[in-house]
């Protein structure tokens, strides 16, 4: 069965960086988009950025420029590079197989002084 493995949260100070990972199992991954998603403490699960199979990507307004989403196939994983980190960002991050309603347990990102 599909299986989604969220990793490399923490805890970090304003404009620090965080590289989360995914590893996915039980699919054929390279054919599918990949996106991060997060939630916050009474909030709906919000996207965050998108890896499509062929290499294109796309980010929320609030984390373009910051963040940095990428794939490795041959590994069946995903990545999240967090840069300039903000208190904003705080939130339990996903990451999503295509438009499948199936999540890991994700993993925490808490950025506070």
């Known amino acids: 069965q599909v299986q989604l493995v969220e990793s490399g949260g923490g805890l970090v100070q304003p404009g620090g960086s965080l590289n989360l990972s995914c590893a996915v199992s039980g699919v054929n991954f390279r054919y599918y988009t990949m996106n991060w998603y997060r939630q916050a403490p009474g909030k709906e699960r919000e996207f965050v950025a998108e890896?499509?199979?062929?290499?294109?990507?796309n980010y929320r307004i609030s984390v373009k420029g910051r963040f940095t989403i990428s794939r490795d196939n041959a590994k069946s994983m995903v990545y999240l590079q967090m840069n300039n980190l903000k208190p904003e960002d705080t939130a339990v991050y996903y990451c999503?197989?295509?438009?499948?309603?199936?999540w890991g347990q994700g993993t925490q990102v808490t950025v506070s002084s």
């Open positions: 999503r197989l295509g438009s499948l309603e199936h």
């Open positions: 890896a499509m199979y062929g290499g294109a990507t």
